[in-house]
């Protein structure tokens, strides 16, 4: 039976003098109940982090077990086999790097001083991607030492396999039957007809931290001459012909983007992806990107690997950051994938669920520590590890089981046709393909018709955006308005139900006018109210989801600090009011709905929210007037929509509060987003409210917070995100 391993992103990498820490990022270092979230999961083996920059960080005489005491004693007691790890696209502590002469024999010491105080410890993976790390760290100068030329690269690659052979010797010292998992990144890179060569040569090199250990490098590799040339020695590539260090098992590392394409056509492409050898310039991109993505995918990488090596395999990382259905298809493209070519005859052991507790500052190579996190298994951006829809399918996968969800019905964006962000480029006489790939690869989970998600509220600046990125993320909908459906007709509303039979609905349907409420207050309650019992009652009769949205105005603004889902609603004008009504009324009738109270909201598809018509206004040099006393957490648009659809997938329910963590006046936030405009702030005229002219009474402090979680980013970055992709022409 195919095995389901675990992982923690655990990069310790050095730029400059600055070690950026994964675990101590992620919290993993402090929480030992971890291990016991990871072992409910079904995790049998765990890939383990012990790191030498944590055991020894300033000498190896002075080595504290204390972190590992603890934890390998847990593993042992929840009966989780490990596969330990000591340096993860690390350079070592400041006493080593990877161009240190003794790296090796200072990390065999380590191994041996760690196997001789835990020799039930039974799989080892020394140094993880060594290639990889080398590549970043002595070709592109990414991470520390900040090479880049390939005489460094080379050097720092024969150093990680060295040590990585000098530490299982002294591991086997102690416990002989113990195995070697290695690691690696085995992208492939494809090309114009023009750049094959180039594209030959890093198809070769990409084997090269395998060929080594395996002793394969001698005068018939393709890469013999390459490595003298650039400074290793013949005796040096002879010590590992004559003493290999194999791996028991060739771990696979693959991404959406481990495939490139090199192009010489670099006008077709933006400058930050352009670079060359020494010969020609040309653009190094996801291959993904120019419809290269099928050529080759796991099934044929593995293939490779066992055609090559004939050595048992696995698939030791998988993770995609992106939104939760697309994790969830990227899992299960890999996991089919793995379990194809078991039955095809290939030795494949296991999928890794790598980064279970998501992954830190990848966006920019973790070359700067922005705080940018992406989930994984679990979101930690409540107060405790949250369960995400993967650690639904990772349990499942665990005990070989299927797992299924109605955001799988659809293929990952990799498959899709939107994933072109460059000219397609036709690969047939610059590389060989299999031309059967994409169709396997697209017949893993085809239905003849995806379940909808059905969204209410017509033309709404909401329901536009709800539709608008469930389409990007590609979540089968429908929109339906209040011309098509009367929500306040319950027969008619049953009727259209039964007939669509939607897995989910998210409601914007709402009287939304907060003046026009004190006057037509019956018009009010009965579109707000009726419209969710309606939705609800069929909800809990046929199982369906529920996603409300709810309003900071259900409160009085009282209080001092944000408000939080747990507290008192007292709302001051009719619109709360039927809006807390509405609440209720949906937690009495269906108990697992999720209920989403967010503030005033701004977005790049509308030109009715308060921030475009105030950059309108400058732009056009009129002053435009704003409360300078009403405090609140303005929400941008997709953020909103992309948290509350991935709660959906996550099948939270209850009251959540969604807003970008702020607090700020409406005049304060309109100067903010005029300052970032490069536009005068100077004519956002701030006022009181009782100069404002408003009808309806509102509350002066509505900014919200949460006790369950903050998953959207600081209101700043939001605003930039707006400029960029602001649609409206401000004239």
Same mark, same amino acid.
């Given at each position: 039976?195919?095995?389901?391993?675990?992982?923690?992103?655990?990069?310790?990498?050095?730029?400059?003098?600055?070690?950026?820490?994964?675990?101590?990022?992620?919290?993993?270092?402090?929480?030992?109940?971890?291990?016991?979230?990871?072992?409910?999961?079904?995790?049998?083996?765990?890939?383990?982090?012990?790191?030498?920059?944590?055991?020894?960080?300033?000498?190896?005489?002075? &080595?504290?077990?204390?972190?590992?005491?603890?934890?390998?004693?847990?593993?042992?007691?929840?009966?989780?086999?490990?596969?330990?790890?000591?340096?993860?696209?690390?350079?070592?502590?400041?006493?080593?790097?990877?161009?240190?002469?003794?790296?090796?024999?200072?990390?065999?010491?380590?191994?041996?001083?760690?196997?001789?105080?835990?020799?039930?410890?039974?799989?080892?993976?020394?140094?993880?991607?060594?290639?990889?790390?080398?590549?970043?760290?002595?070709?592109?100068?990414?991470?520390?030492?900040?090479?880049?030329?390939?005489?460094?690269?080379?050097?720092?690659?024969?150093?990680?396999?060295?040590?990585?052979?000098?530490?299982?010797?002294?591991?086997?010292?102690?416990?002989?039957?113990?195995?070697?998992?290695?690691?690696?990144?085995?992208?492939? @890179?494809?090309?114009?007809?023009?750049?094959?060569?180039?594209?030959?040569?890093?198809?070769?090199?990409?084997?090269?931290?395998?060929?080594?250990?395996?002793?394969?490098?001698?005068?018939?590799?393709?890469?013999?001459?390459?490595?003298?040339?650039?400074?290793?020695?013949?005796?040096?590539?002879?010590?590992?012909?004559?003493?290999?260090?194999?791996?028991?098992?060739?771990?696979?590392?693959?991404?959406?983007?481990?495939?490139?394409?090199?192009?010489?056509?670099?006008?077709?492409?933006?400058?930050?992806?352009?670079?060359?050898?020494?010969?020609?310039?040309?653009?190094?991109?996801?291959? @993904?990107?120019?419809?290269?993505?099928?050529?080759?995918?796991?099934?044929?990488?593995?293939?490779?690997?066992?055609?090559?090596?004939?050595?048992?395999?696995?698939?030791?990382?998988?993770?995609?950051?992106?939104?939760?259905?697309?994790?969830?298809?990227?899992?299960?493209? &890999?996991?089919?994938?793995?379990?194809?070519?078991?039955?095809?005859?290939?030795?494949?052991?296991?999928?890794?669920?790598?980064?279970?507790?998501?992954?830190?500052?990848?966006?920019?190579?973790?070359?700067?520590?922005?705080?940018?996190?992406?989930?994984?298994?679990?979101?930690?951006?409540?107060?405790?590890?949250?369960?995400?829809?993967?650690?639904?399918? @990772?349990?499942?996968?665990?005990?070989?089981?299927?797992?299924?969800?109605?955001?799988?019905?659809?293929?990952?964006?990799?498959?899709?046709?939107?994933?072109?962000?460059?000219?397609?480029?036709?690969?047939?006489?610059?590389?060989?393909?299999?031309?059967?790939?994409?169709?396997?690869?697209?017949?893993?989970?085809?239905?003849?018709?995806?379940?909808?998600?059905?969204?209410?509220?017509?033309?709404?600046?909401?329901?536009?955006?709800?539709?608008?990125?469930?389409?990007?993320?590609?979540?089968?909908?429908?929109?339906?308005?209040?011309?098509?459906?009367?929500?306040?007709?319950?027969?008619?509303?049953?009727?259209?139900?039964?007939?669509?039979?939607?897995?989910?609905?998210?409601?914007?349907?709402?009287?939304?006018?907060?003046?026009?409420?004190?006057?037509?207050?019956?018009?009010?309650?009965?579109?707000?109210?009726?419209?969710?019992?309606?939705?609800?009652?069929?909800?809990?009769?046929?199982?369906?989801?529920?996603?409300?949205?709810?309003?900071?105005?259900?409160?009085?603004?009282?209080?001092?600090?944000?408000?939080?889902?747990?507290?008192?609603?007292?709302?001051?004008?009719?619109?709360?009011?039927?809006?807390?009504?509405?609440?209720?009324?949906?937690?009495?009738?269906?108990?697992?709905?999720?209920?989403?109270?967010?503030?005033?909201?701004?977005?790049?598809?509308?030109?009715?929210?308060?921030?475009?018509?105030?950059?309108?206004?400058?732009?056009?040099?009129?002053?435009?007037?704003?409360?300078?006393?009403?405090?609140?957490?303005?929400?941008?648009?997709?953020?909103?929509?992309?948290?509350?659809?991935?709660?959906?997938?996550?099948?939270?329910?209850?009251?959540?509060?969604?807003?970008?963590?702020?607090?700020?006046?409406?005049?304060?936030?309109?100067?903010?987003?005029?300052?970032?405009?490069?536009?005068?702030?100077?004519?956002?005229?701030?006022?009181?409210?009782?100069?404002?002219?408003?009808?309806?009474?509102?509350?002066?402090?509505?900014?919200?917070?949460?006790?369950?979680?903050?998953?959207?980013?600081?209101?700043?970055?939001?605003?930039?995100?707006?400029?960029?992709?602001?649609?409206?022409?401000?004239?």
């Amino acid at each position: 039976m195919l095995e389901l391993w675990g992982g923690v992103e655990c990069t310790v990498n050095r730029v400059g003098n600055h070690y950026l820490d994964q675990l101590a990022m992620s919290g993993h270092d402090q929480r030992l109940g971890d291990l016991e979230r990871f072992s409910e999961l079904g995790i049998k083996t765990l890939r383990f982090p012990v790191l030498w920059e944590h055991l020894a960080p300033k000498s190896l005489n002075r &080595i504290d077990w204390t972190w590992a005491d603890q934890r390998l004693n847990e593993v042992r007691r929840l009966g989780i086999r490990v596969i330990v790890g000591f340096e993860h696209h690390g350079s070592g502590p400041q006493y080593t790097s990877l161009l240190d002469p003794e790296f090796a024999p200072k990390l065999a010491q380590l191994a041996g001083a760690f196997a001789a105080r835990y020799p039930w410890v039974d799989a080892y993976t020394p140094i993880n991607e060594p290639l990889t790390t080398a590549r970043f760290s002595g070709l592109y100068g990414c991470w520390y030492p900040h090479a880049r030329d390939n005489k460094s690269f080379l050097r720092m690659l024969f150093h990680e396999c060295d040590g990585i052979r000098a530490a299982m010797m002294a591991i086997r010292a102690v416990n002989p039957k113990a195995e070697l998992i290695q690691t690696e990144d085995l992208g492939k @890179v494809f090309s114009t007809s023009f750049l094959a060569y180039q594209a030959n040569f890093e198809n070769h090199r990409r084997w090269l931290s395998f060929d080594l250990l395996i002793g394969k490098v001698n005068l018939d590799h393709p890469l013999y001459r390459f490595c003298l040339k650039h400074g290793l020695t013949g005796t040096e590539l002879e010590s590992f012909a004559e003493n290999p260090c194999p791996p028991d098992i060739l771990g696979i590392n693959h991404y959406i983007t481990s495939n490139r394409f090199l192009d010489e056509r670099i006008e077709r492409y933006p400058a930050h992806v352009h670079g060359g050898n020494n010969h020609h310039r040309y653009a190094d991109i996801e291959a @993904v990107r120019v419809g290269a993505e099928m050529i080759v995918g796991p099934k044929e990488l593995l293939k490779e690997a066992w055609d090559r090596y004939g050595l048992p395999v696995a698939i030791t990382e998988v993770h995609l950051g992106c939104s939760r259905e697309e994790q969830m298809r990227w899992f299960r493209d &890999i996991w089919l994938a793995a379990k194809a070519s078991g039955a095809s005859g290939i030795d494949v052991r296991a999928v890794t669920s790598w980064s279970l507790l998501g992954g830190f500052d990848w966006n920019s190579l973790v070359t700067k520590a922005n705080g940018y996190y992406e989930p994984g298994v679990y979101d930690l951006r409540s107060p405790e590890p949250r369960p995400t829809a993967l650690a639904s399918m @990772v349990k499942a996968y665990s005990v070989d089981s299927d797992f299924d969800h109605p955001a799988l019905d659809n293929q990952g964006w990799w498959h899709r046709a939107d994933r072109l962000l460059y000219p397609s480029v036709n690969l047939d006489a610059a590389m060989p393909r299999d031309a059967t790939s994409a169709k396997e690869s697209n017949s893993y989970n085809s239905k003849s018709r995806s379940r909808d998600i059905l969204i209410t509220g017509g033309a709404s600046s909401l329901s536009s955006a709800l539709a608008y990125i469930c389409e990007r993320r590609g979540l089968s909908y429908r929109l339906v308005s209040q011309a098509d459906l009367d929500l306040t007709d319950a027969a008619a509303t049953r009727f259209f139900l039964n007939e669509m039979r939607p897995w989910a609905i998210l409601n914007a349907f709402e009287f939304a006018d907060v003046e026009s409420a004190e006057e037509e207050d019956e018009d009010c309650f009965r579109t707000n109210i009726l419209a969710p019992i309606h939705l609800a009652e069929y909800c809990t009769d046929e199982r369906a989801r529920l996603v409300q949205f709810s309003s900071d105005q259900v409160f009085d603004g009282r209080t001092k600090r944000p408000y939080r889902e747990q507290d008192a609603v007292s709302p001051i004008n009719i619109y709360g009011r039927s809006k807390a009504k509405a609440e209720e009324e949906i937690a009495s009738r269906a108990s697992d709905s999720l209920i989403i109270r967010t503030p005033a909201t701004f977005g790049p598809w509308d030109e009715t929210n308060f921030l475009t018509r105030a950059l309108r206004s400058i732009a056009k040099g009129k002053p435009f007037h704003a409360p300078n006393d009403l405090i609140s957490s303005p929400t941008y648009l997709p953020d909103l929509v992309d948290a509350a659809l991935d709660l959906l997938i996550d099948g939270e329910h209850g009251i959540w509060h969604l807003s970008n963590q702020s607090l700020t006046d409406w005049a304060s936030f309109g100067r903010l987003a005029a300052a970032k405009f490069g536009l005068s702030p100077s004519l956002i005229i701030g006022r009181p409210l009782v100069e404002c002219g408003f009808a309806a009474p509102r509350p002066k402090f509505t900014a919200l917070g949460s006790e369950r979680a903050h998953l959207l980013p600081e209101l700043a970055r939001s605003v930039d995100c707006y400029i960029r992709e602001c649609r409206v022409a401000l004239r």
